[in-house]
T-cell receptor, first 111, second 113 residues
Framework: DAGITQSPRHKVTETGTPVTLRCHQT?????MYWYRQDPGHGLRLIHY???????DKGEVSDGYSVSRSKTEDFLLTLESATSSQTSVYFC??????????FGPGTRLTVL | GENVEQHPSTLSVQEGDSAVIKCTYS??????FPWYKQELGKRPQLIID?????GEKKDQRIAVTLNKTAKHFSLHITETQPEDSAVYFC????????????FGRGTQLTVWP
């Protein structure tokens, strides 16, 4: 597997609390992505980054924010978690128009 | 944005039979088409990809075909085995959003021994 890790791997939190998920890469890839995966919906893009401090919204960005202050780290923040954000979150990395390598995933449960 | 449609959503085959999964895309500027396999509880992993300058690519029992005129591409798995059971995702890039992939909703393939 490409050098990509996610933390935490599992998290249970309560509605209304802030949550931050971290993606860390050692491959020096330019692009980083956050997806959520829910049954019947496949992989849906939340936000992605095409360089340090350069980010853009995906198809399901409402309720999420991201930051990328270093090439190797991409943070996903849920400012005020809701039950609808219970999901499995995958980070991915790539070079332009090439294979995306996925991290191991974070299972988030919002009670 | 790019619309990638994937069919069927579920597919059951007998071991040894072939399986075919089809995807269509909407942007004629798309030029990169990967396929991912995701086993239960695991991360998606690339199994094969094709670029628009070729019509077919093979890797052992797996092949992908691309029809740019019709804007569709297909995954073919021959001599299926129980370990091929997984969810398969197709994806396509788009000329105007560099680095981004648009995924189909996935196909659950079950191979019965």
């Amino acid at each position: 597997d490409a050098g990509i890790t996610q933390s935490p791997r599992h998290k249970v939190t309560e509605t209304g609390t802030p949550v931050t998920l971290r993606c860390h890469q050692t491959e020096n890839h330019r692009y980083m992505y956050w997806y959520r995966q829910d049954p019947g919906h496949g992989l849906r893009l939340i936000h992605y980054s095409y360089g340090v401090k350069d980010t853009d919204k995906g198809e399901v960005s409402d309720g999420y924010s991201v930051s990328r202050s270093k090439t190797e780290d991409f943070l996903l923040t849920l400012e005020s978690a809701t039950s609808s954000q219970t999901s499995v979150y995958f980070c991915a990395i790539s070079e332009q128009d090439n294979e995306q390598f996925f991290g191991p995933g974070t299972r988030l449960t919002v009670l | 944005g790019e619309n990638v449609e994937q069919h069927p959503s579920t597919l059951s085959v007998q071991e040894g039979d072939s399986a075919v999964i089809k995807c269509t895309y909407s942007d004629s500027a798309s030029n990169y088409f990967p396929w991912y396999k995701q086993e239960l509880g695991k991360r998606p992993q690339l199994i094969i990809d094709i670029r628009s300058n070729v019509g077919e690519k093979k890797d052992q029992r797996i092949a992908v075909t691309l029809n740019k005129t019709a804007k569709h591409f297909s995954l073919h798995i021959t001599e299926t085995q129980p370990e091929d059971s997984a969810v398969y995702f197709c994806a396509a890039n788009r000329g105007s959003t560099l680095g981004r992939l648009y995924f189909g909703r996935g196909t659950q393939l079950t191979v019965w021994p």
